[in-house]
């Protein structure tokens, strides 16, 4: 399985994923599952994947390939693609075609290729944009009402984004209920895991912003998760106990 | 859908379900999930059910008619199975009957018709036991290792019970965590919903303990709810936040 969420916050958005891949629960590797494009002073758009890692790897690679320098791509390109609305329907038919490629080629229903995707970024002339694109193709975007998306195992870390979010919020503040998201997840899910990838793309900037990728082990994690257990815990002996009488 | 979680304690066996069924979102009704048996100074059985409304209403009507008084039922009875752990085969295996007897009716494979089932409870002679039945009929117990089951809609609500629980605590303390946990559920699912039922078994006590009936609006669980959500917050704020630099 996989988890990833993008966060739409008023200084810009916030991609965390984690890394782990499984077949079964005896298969597990590292993959990335977040990837970039950057043109500096121009775009910059995220992605992130969950599903068949075949049907995702496949997807990055023609997008890859179609982004190239001019000279050497084939066009549509997302980098050249006019808007991040026209780069999520690109990124939309890219999913879809390779979905229906595989599952024809295999006689199977699209079923068993499916991923869904994650993109998000800016495109000079627009504003900060964020989209959840589902393995049809189609696609809706995130708003004030839902301004955040998360793909592959999602129920854990649903219940503190919910909590917690302000589009206000800091950056450092925005990792920080990102980490304890995930750390929700991890701590009841083996199917998902460290590493993460993180971006924080800052509105208006036009390009890549900070990139880390939190490994096992990582101390700010650790003290993160740790204190976090002792605060539920605090904060449920806080809590009034039920009257039984 | 549904969510009921059966938490085995050192004092007892605590029970709690919702009571919302839904075929769609526009079909929603109020059904009860918790059926008790009881014969005072011998025996007293929970069961909750999750999934197919038909089958699981099915199989309590068979136990039911099971359970009468000796002149008038047909056996096997739960009320007669020696031990819990026959009592939890006499439900797996109408559980299983009426799973089978519908997916032949109809030609279907079982999986539409499917159920699970926790069945917990004390036989004078034995200890207190929980299980979770699934709908091939076989069963696991709770453990030491594993003191809790969920069925239905059961992430949400995981991250709080794998933190908090603690086989020494209160009965008090165990309604306030299943609360917390049924409702950062409610908050993330329209598809579970108060009314909440409660049962409390108290160890070697062989009789039904307290059962309640929370309702919407219910002024503990108004207050527990919010209270929650500002000491989420607050401790939220209080983690330290995650440096960039």
Redesign the interface.
Known sequence: MTYCVGLKLNRGLVFMSDTRTNAGVDNISVFRKMFHWEAEGERSITLMTAGNLATTQAVVSLLNERALPAEERGSPSIMEAPSMFQVARLVGETLREIIQEQSAENGQSGEAFSATIIVGGQVRGGDQRLFLVYPEGNFVEASADTPFFQIGET??G???L???YDPDM????A???L??SFD?TI???LSVGLPLDLH?YEADGFRDG?KRRIEQGDP?YE??SS???E??????Q???????T
Chains 1, 2 share one sequence.
Do not use: Q
């Open positions: 129920k854990y649903k219940p503190i919910v909590r917690a800091s950056f450092e503040d990792v920080k209920l980490m304890l929700s701590k009841a899910n924080l900070v700010f003290t993160l204190g976090w257990s605060a539920l815990k605090d904060a449920f806080r809590m009034p106990p039920y009257s039984l």
